[in-house]
């Protein structure tokens, strides 16, 4: 009886949101997040601080998957000025990234030449989302998180998000280009 009064006390406490910041998310950074990195590593995005990033929720069999190529030409023309894209493959619509991470991996680089990192693949939508796209769509509302794979949150170098970009806008439209140079432009001042 012990056990079962025990296991109705801790069920509830695992099932609970956790709490981000001392209990609010509002106060909550970027950088106060964890992915893991595709090859099994820890990848706490407080190793990118002062650094400017795009988070963006890949896919490898959809429609926008060519836009890895532009995410690329991204990481490769700013990251000496402090851009970071981070890859975050999701099977969440579409069942569009069915592949183990090593797959995942060698596609990106061999299709796309991706040398940006990416995580382990992650649930990016509903109850079960990562933390950071749990903040996210709580931070920017709903009507800015992701509907399908390339939606892309842009995050200032003090780990605030900047922008949210639906999957139709191209990595390397002006708009995103615009918004990248406008936070490398604070970083430093």
């Known amino acids: 009886m012990q056990k079962l009064i ?3 006390v801790i069920i509830p406490a695992l099932l609970a949101p956790v709490e981000i910041n001392a209990g609010s998310s509002a ?11 595709i090859d099994g590593r820890p990848m706490p995005l407080a190793n990118f601080k002062g650094k400017v990033l795009l988070v963006v929720n890949t896919a ?3 429609g926008f998957t060519k836009q ?13 000025k402090g851009l970071v894209v981070i890859g975050v493959p999701s099977n ?10 090593g797959e995942i991996a060698d596609f990106c680089k061999g299709a796309f030449g991706v040398t ?19 903040w996210a769509a709580a931070t920017l509302g709903s009507a800015n998180a992701p509907r399908w794979n390339f ?8 780990g605030q998000l900047a922008s949210a970009f639906p999957t139709q806008t191209e990595p390397l439209s002006p708009k995103v280009i615009a918004a990248i ?6 970083v430093g001042k």
């Not at 890895?68 to 000496?80: D, F, I, S, V, W």
């Not at 939606?151 to 003090?158: E, G, I, N, Q, T």
């Open 6 to 8: 025990a296991a109705l």
């Open 27 to 37: 106060n909550a950074h970027a950088t106060d997040f964890t992915f893991e990195a």
């Open 60 to 62: 490898s069999f959809c």
């Open 68 to 80: 890895n190529a532009g995410l690329q030409a991204l990481y490769q023309r700013y990251e000496a």
């Open 92 to 101: 969440d619509f579409g069942e569009q990234e069915p592949k183990a991470e």
């Open 116 to 134: 940006f990192p990416l995580t382990t693949k992650q649930v990016v939508k509903g109850a079960d989302a990562h933390p950071f796209y749990t």
């Open 151 to 158: 939606h892309k949150y842009l995050v200032s170098a003090d």
């Open 181 to 186: 140079e406008a936070e490398l432009a604070k």
